[in-house]
């Protein structure tokens, strides 16, 4: 048999029909140890040889056609009870010991077709038993004839319906194994999204706490740096009464304390817009508009710092339900943190896309958990249907290990930096019911792409 055929083999069937050949020789085999009339011996070898040779063709018949390996048996069943009757007319009829043959074929039909197959045989059995009794001993006893005939039958039915129930609970052992591996899957997904939703509840609270903190930090802040920068302005009076050559020194000190308060009022002005995100106002808008607006904002800023911005932005998108202000808000942070990536200039490309019903592959983590594809966007099946603004540069990327880092508030790897302009942003998509994902490879530069769910109504913008 070749490889090609070996899948059409059921091995239950296929045990089977080993397993009957064997039984079947097995049991000429202990009834020939039994002794024969010496009449009888010419006729029973050859039929044995008969017999051998047919089951060598039986199964080179499976081998040449497995797919049709159900259909053989049966068929050899009918053979097998037609050589057992042989043995017995040829070995002295009702006398013979090749009766209880039939026995071991009823049996086997019984465990493996079922009750309708086993009836058939115990019925061809009888007919076929009493055939070869009469002809082989004429005058046969009717009683031990019809004593072993109704055995066939009880034999068929108890096994029939023993084999019959197997089947049935076999049956609902697999129906009930393939329902448990189903509600195991619907436990392991509902887990996965109760686990999402403690993380996305955790982080708010902690968010929350976090800016409580930082509204009351930098409310304490402010006041201290107002008194230090009204005295500074006042001690810039003073510097006129100074002699000339302490005066140019005095004049660098104040103005380095007042580039310092500059920052720390920058720094404070920062985390009281993080502790102060209002919840957003959500309309239906179209994202081109938005996005080319920022454009213009941005592009001299980046000019500036030897960067240049290219914008793609699908045509046809549908309306986005999002607060205009805070979009801004977010688009324009990961602008700048892109900027901030390439002290030595480069690019930014920020283009927009429709992520449909198919994704494929999976790669770098999203925000949350969330699975991307190989374009580094998260699959199709995180927010269906929903739109993408990806910002994507060509600095150093992000390290592997910050990965899980850079959306949390107050990370930052920049000199200077407040670490909040990621976190504002992530804060803002999921207040739209979106995510902010990250996918790098480090020298590879980094790719931001906010994730927003599209308007259920309106026309595409």
């Given at each position: 048999m070749t490889g090609g055929n070996s899948k059409f083999l059921p091995t239950e069937e296929w045990s089977f029909a080993v397993l009957r050949a064997l039984a079947m020789l097995g049991g000429m085999v202990a009834l020939f140890l039994v002794p024969l009339r010496?009449?009888?011996?010419?006729?029973?070898?050859?039929?044995?040889?008969?017999?051998?040779?047919?089951?060598?063709?039986?199964?080179?018949a499976i081998r040449t056609w497995p797919q049709r390996l159900r259909l053989l048996l049966l068929g050899t069943v009918g053979l097998d009870l037609l050589f057992v009757s042989l043995f017995v007319w040829f070995s002295g009829g009702?006398?013979?010991?090749?009766?209880?043959?039939?026995?071991?074929?009823?049996?086997?039909?019984?465990?493996?077709?079922?009750?309708?197959?086993?009836?058939?045989?115990?019925?061809?059995?009888?007919?076929?038993?009493?055939?070869?009794?009469?002809?082989?001993?004429?005058?046969?006893?009717?009683?031990?004839?019809?004593?072993?005939?109704?055995?066939?039958?009880?034999?068929g039915g108890a096994l029939g319906f023993i084999s019959q129930r197997e089947r049935l609970a076999r049956a609902e052992a697999e129906r009930l194994n393939v329902e448990l591996r189903e509600n195991q899957s619907r436990l392991e997904?509902?887990?996965?999204?109760?686990?999402?939703?403690?993380?996305?509840?955790?982080?708010?609270?902690?968010?929350?706490?976090?800016g409580q903190m930082s509204a009351k930090v930098s409310h304490e802040v402010r006041n201290p740096l107002g008194s230090i920068s009204l005295n500074a302005e006042l001690l810039e009076d003073e510097l006129q009464?100074?002699?000339?050559?302490?005066?140019?020194?005095?004049?660098?000190?104040?103005?380095a304390i007042r580039s310092q308060v500059d920052v720390l009022s920058a720094v404070t002005e920062e985390y009281l817009r993080?502790?102060?995100?209002?919840?957003?106002?959500?309309?239906?808008?179209?994202?081109?508009?938005?996005?080319?607006?920022?454009?213009?904002?941005?592009?001299?800023?980046?000019?500036?710092?030897?960067?240049?911005?290219?914008?793609?932005?699908?045509?046809?998108?549908?309306?986005?339900r999002l607060d205009p202000g805070q979009i801004r808000r977010a688009l324009l942070n990961l602008v700048r943190n892109a900027a901030e990536a390439m002290p030595e200039g480069g690019s930014i490309i920020v283009r927009t896309g429709l992520?449909?019903?198919?994704?494929?592959?999976?790669r770098q983590k999203a925000e949350g958990g969330t699975p991307v594809d190989s374009s580094g966007l998260p699959s199709a099946g995180c927010l269906v249907p929903s739109v993408f603004i990806e910002v994507r540069d060509t600095g150093p990327g992000v390290p592997p290990e910050n990965l899980d880092k850079i959306f949390e508030p107050f990370f930052s790897t920049k000199e200077g930096g407040t670490g909040l302009g990621l976190a504002i942003a992530r804060q803002i998509a999921m207040d739209h019911g979106g995510v902010l994902t990250c996918e790098s490879s480090p020298g590879g530069g980094a790719a931001f792409c906010l994730i927003l769910p599209i308007s259920n109504g309106g026309d595409r913008g």
């Open positions: 010496p009449e009888h011996q010419p006729h029973l070898l050859p039929l044995a040889w008969a017999f051998v040779a047919y089951k060598i063709l039986l199964f080179l009702l006398e013979s010991h090749f009766y209880l043959l039939y026995y071991l074929l009823v049996g086997l039909a019984a465990v493996h077709f079922g009750p309708g197959i086993v009836l058939g045989t115990a019925g061809g059995a009888g007919a076929l038993y009493g055939l070869a009794s009469l002809a082989g001993t004429p005058g046969a006893d009717w009683h031990h004839l019809s004593a072993r005939v109704a055995t066939f039958f009880l034999l997904k509902a887990y996965q999204e109760l686990q999402a939703t403690q993380e996305r509840l955790v982080q708010s609270e902690r968010l929350a706490t976090i009464a100074l002699p000339e050559d302490r005066r140019a020194e005095a004049a660098s000190l104040l103005a993080f502790a102060r995100l209002p919840r957003p106002k959500l309309e239906a808008a179209a994202v081109a508009p938005l996005i080319e607006e920022l454009a213009e904002f941005v592009r001299g800023e980046l000019r500036g710092r030897r960067v240049r911005l290219d914008v793609t932005v699908q045509d046809g998108l549908p309306p986005v992520l449909g019903q198919k994704a494929e592959g999976k």
